[in-house]
Every structure is written in structure tokens, then in C-alpha cells.
């Protein structure tokens, strides 16, 4: 599990290049996410890893193509890019999958009923709230 967050955390680096600001983002978000993971039985740590270190993936091809972001295009945008970036360190097809999917669905209704996208909605909904805490309002 350790080599598998590393593995994906450099991808995470490697991607973003230097937009420390969705880094850390991420990173907060993984933070929160493997606290939430610890309280609810079972669940998939390499699923919940992989989607609170790349949820947001889809927010540079987006801003690339449209010269914005939203919650749709990152949703659009970002199980594409998830997909070749864990295809590259050989993570099981099946988790790929999984975490496509809540990626492709962090920010909408609830299409899936898989305890780790309430995880990642719940962890990313804590570090918004707090970075919009942080900027004033």
C-alpha cells in the first residue's frame, strides 16, 4: 500500500508540475480521506488513495481546452486521464475502473453506491470548506 501511495503521488507531481496549489489540494483531500477510510469497514485503501490523489485530474485539460474549469469538466476531462496515468504504474485494472468512475462522479449526484466516492465527496468537501475558509468567504 505504502509503494502504491508513493507510486501515485509521483504521478500526482509528475502531472501537475509545479501547480502546488492542486498538489496540496490533493494532498489535504488524501489526508482526510485515509482518516475517513480508518472508520469505515470495508473499504479499498488503493481506491480511496488513488481517487483523493487524483480526483482533480481533469481540471488541467479542461482549463487547456475551455480556459476554465467546472465541476463537469473536471468530471468529463478526468477518468481519461486517471486511466493512462495508473495504466503507466500497472495498478489492477479492475480498481482502475473503480476509480475512474468515482472520479468521473465526485462532484454530481450519486451515480455509484461505493463507500469510497462517499469518502472522497465527504474529504473533499472538508478541504473546500476549509480553503474557502481561508480566503474569506
Same mark, same amino acid.
Given at each position: 500500500?505504502?509503494?502504491?501511495?508513493?507510486?501515485?503521488?509521483?504521478?500526482?507531481?509528475?502531472?501537475?508540475?509545479?501547480?502546488?496549489?492542486?498538489?496540496?489540494?490533493?494532498? #489535504?483531500?488524501?489526508?482526510?480521506? $485515509?482518516?475517513?477510510?480508518?472508520?469505515?469497514?470495508?473499504?479499498?485503501?488503493?481506491?480511496?488513495? =488513488?481517487?483523493?490523489?487524483?480526483?482533480?485530474?481533469?481540471?488541467?485539460?479542461?482549463?487547456?481546452?475551455?480556459?476554465?474549469?467546472?465541476?463537469?469538466?473536471? $468530471?468529463?476531462?478526468?477518468?481519461?486521464?486517471?486511466?493512462?496515468?495508473?495504466?503507466? @504504474?500497472?495498478?489492477?485494472? $479492475?480498481?482502475?475502473?473503480?476509480?475512474?468512475?468515482?472520479?468521473?462522479?465526485?462532484?454530481?449526484?450519486?451515480?455509484?453506491?461505493?463507500? $469510497?466516492?462517499? @469518502?472522497?465527496? #465527504? =474529504?473533499?468537501? @472538508?478541504?473546500?470548506? =476549509? #480553503?474557502?475558509?481561508?480566503?474569506?468567504?
Amino acid at each position: 500500500m505504502k509503494d502504491c501511495k508513493g507510486k501515485i503521488a509521483k504521478l500526482l507531481t509528475d502531472y501537475f508540475d509545479q501547480d502546488y496549489r492542486r498538489m496540496t489540494h490533493a494532498l #489535504e483531500v488524501l489526508k482526510h480521506s $485515509e482518516r475517513l477510510a480508518e472508520q469505515t469497514d470495508p473499504c479499498d485503501h488503493e481506491v480511496v488513495v =488513488a481517487s483523493a490523489l487524483l480526483h482533480d485530474v481533469g481540471i488541467k485539460k479542461s482549463e487547456e481546452l475551455l480556459g476554465y474549469d467546472d465541476h463537469k469538466a473536471q $468530471e468529463e476531462y478526468g477518468p481519461s486521464i486517471a486511466e493512462k496515468l495508473l495504466g503507466s @504504474i500497472g495498478f489492477p485494472h $479492475e480498481k482502475t475502473r473503480k476509480v475512474c468512475e468515482i472520479i468521473g462522479n465526485h462532484h454530481s449526484r450519486s451515480r455509484y453506491d461505493y463507500v $469510497e466516492l462517499k @469518502i472522497l465527496k #465527504e =474529504a473533499d468537501r @472538508i478541504v473546500n470548506s =476549509a #480553503e474557502k475558509d481561508r480566503k474569506g468567504g
